[in-house]
């Protein structure tokens, strides 16, 4: 699989809630993060991070919790790529919109849609026995307002 | 529906033993612009912590009861609060949510706020400097010295919080803290604090019911986190709520056993060591001070919601997050971490909580069906108890000269 079509298979296996399988698109060394720039307190914020096994966690725990079972669409486009031998960098646009299910005026908004977020994601991607891996996700939000926000990567 | 049901459903609770109050408190109008003018104009009000405001100019803006306000360390030091208005025709004066005024502006000089409109300009303390063509316009009508921005009460204490009263001359802020604090202030007010964490969020919800949400712990039934983690704790329902005048209630300390979360120890549990002066490892300790802000201390990370009611069904809530100023990198990822893991908003019980008031929004609207709403939980003053909320309304009540609140 190359990196661009890696990228947009983990959009549409997250969009699926098969995070398990995104997983496998993963190396071992996977660290995955979700960062913001405040204006307000004119810093950079760090909203989520785990490593591999942390998100997998994560990923088990979640049906424990109350959720938004909205259904996302990440929309992604690939805006640089960088390969060096057996490594690589990619920088996309992400747009992710939600399409509301049980959050809200449930008799009224289920079934329209929302934009959620955008931002970008920042990857680095290692390859492993004629594989590419993703093994480093920065997702840096441009959207600061996230509704009641999400038990969900994006 | 049986003719007994619907009559049921019309009653309350319990009948009069049972502490109520009529849902119309969160769904009309006209109680929101009285609560707008009595309370939110009338009380002092956290807005921001000193460290959003590190250095001399450097500014935040903000919203109180509808007026703008600009929040200014000047070149003294000194944190001061004004209007963001200019008094020549009503403009907002600084429009970014942050800044420092060395920066000049594109009508004016640094060091000076300017008003963009016709470049009026006013000093770090509220003094205009200079209008254009002031003697043309206004020959010896108008000076600059007859010209100051409208300040806004303000002072910075208990842990370096910037509190705001809109009302001239208002009362000192420690007579409407009172010994509130007090169980807190030693775990914040030892050495400096710093910010590390703000995000903010429209939720379509009378403001009173986020409040409440951090006034009751009875609704630990909706997290998963807090039931492992907390309610099936030892001591969990030991603690006590205690009430002090103006409104606000404090939570006693307990310890969080954060093990107890499945692939806790993953994310939480090497911060047990990490804590703030005097506060036991995992500690927890909270206080709410009328009428809508939250100071929660619990393990490695300060939690602060603050509120900006905006129509009787919507409220801006902000949450920031602190740790100590000394913090190295190390220890501060781990409080970052640690906020966010729960608190964030991909954290596990933040996106719960608001959902909670984001239904209880939804099921009572302006104009709706009313209804009598329990507040009526009394287990000696335990953490289950609705004391706290009890002592809200009590001093809501009071302030609004309303009486449909509980008694």
């Not at chain 1, 979640?62 to 909205?70: E, G, I, L, Y």
């Not at chain 1, 057996?86 to 929302?114: E, I, N």
Request: aromatic share 10%; charged share 25%.
């Amino acid at each position: 699989m190359e990196i661009d079509e890696l990228i947009y298979t983990g959009c549409l296996l997250q969009d699926a809630r098969e995070f398990n399988a995104w997983l496998e698109l993963t190396a071992p060394e996977l660290t995955y993060r979700i960062q913001a720039y405040s204006p307000e307190i004119r810093r950079a914020m760090t909203w989520l991070e785990h490593d591999r096994a942390g998100l997998a966690a994560l990923f088990e725990l979640t049906p424990k919790h109350h959720v938004d079972h909205a259904q996302w669409h990440r929309h992604a486009s690939l805006y640089k790529l960088r390969v060096d031998d057996d490594r690589a960098q990619a920088l996309t646009s992400l747009v992710v919109h939600h399409t509301l299910v049980d959050v809200g005026d449930t008799h009224r908004d289920s079934g329209s849609t929302r934009l959620f977020a955008v931002g970008r994601y920042r990857d680095q991607f290692r390859l492993h026995q004629g594989r590419w891996l993703l093994s480093d996700r920065t997702v840096e939000l441009d959207t600061r307002q996230l509704g009641i926000g999400s038990h969900t990567i994006v | 529906m049986t003719r007994d049901r619907e009559s049921t459903w019309g009653r309350r609770l319990g009948g009069d033993s049972l502490a109520y109050v009529d849902s119309q408190i969160y769904t009309d109008p006209a109680l929101f612009e009285r609560e707008l003018e009595r309370i939110w104009g009338r009380s002092w009000l956290m807005v921001l912590h000193e460290s959003e405001l590190p250095e001399p100019f450097d500014f935040r803006t903000t919203t109180i009861a509808r007026e703008p306000v600009i929040v200014l360390r000047g070149e003294d030091g000194v944190v001061r609060a004004f209007l963001n208005k200019c008094p020549h025709r009503g403009s907002l004066l600084l429009r970014e949510p942050a800044g420092n005024l060395r920066q000049a502006s594109p009508s004016g000089g640094p060091r000076h706020i300017t008003c963009m409109f016709h470049a009026w300009q006013f000093d770090a303390a509220g003094q205009c400097t200079s209008i254009p063509r002031r003697k043309a316009g206004y020959q010896d009508r108008l000076t600059c010295a007859q010209v100051t921005l409208r300040e806004v009460a303000c002072e910075v204490a208990y842990g370096g919080f910037v509190w705001l009263h809109l009302a001239p001359n208002p009362a000192p802020l420690r007579d409407y803290v009172g010994e509130a604090f007090d169980a807190l202030l030693p775990h914040l007010a030892s050495e400096p604090l710093e910010i590390f964490h703000h995000h903010k969020t429209v939720v379509r919800t009378n403001y009173k019911l986020w409040h409440e949400t951090n006034s009751e712990f009875y609704h630990d039934y909706m997290h998963h986190f807090n039931r492992v983690t907390s309610m099936q704790q030892p001591g969990y329902f030991d603690r006590r709520y205690d009430a002090y005048p103006n409104g606000h209630v404090t939570i006693s300390s307990m310890v969080v056993k954060y093990t107890a979360y499945e692939h806790g120890e993953r994310s939480l549990a090497d911060s047990r060591e990490l804590s703030f002066p005097g506060l036991e490892p995992n500690g927890w300790k909270l206080l709410d001070l009328f009428p809508g802000t939250a100071v929660n201390l619990r393990g490695s990370a300060l939690r602060i919601d603050t509120m900006t009611p905006l129509s009787v069904d919507e409220v801006l809530i902000e949450f920031r997050g602190l740790g100590l100023k000394r913090d190295t990198p190390e220890e501060r990822a781990r409080r970052v971490r640690d906020h966010n893991t729960i608190w964030g908003p991909f954290g596990r019980n933040l996106p719960e909580d608001l959902l909670g008031v984001v239904n209880q929004g939804l099921a009572m609207r302006p104009h709706g069906e009313p209804l009598n709403l329990l507040h009526a939980r009394e287990e000696g003053r335990s953490i289950h108890d609705e004391h706290g909320v009890r002592a809200y309304y009590h001093e809501w009540s009071r302030r609004m000269d309303h009486a449909l609140a509980a008694e």
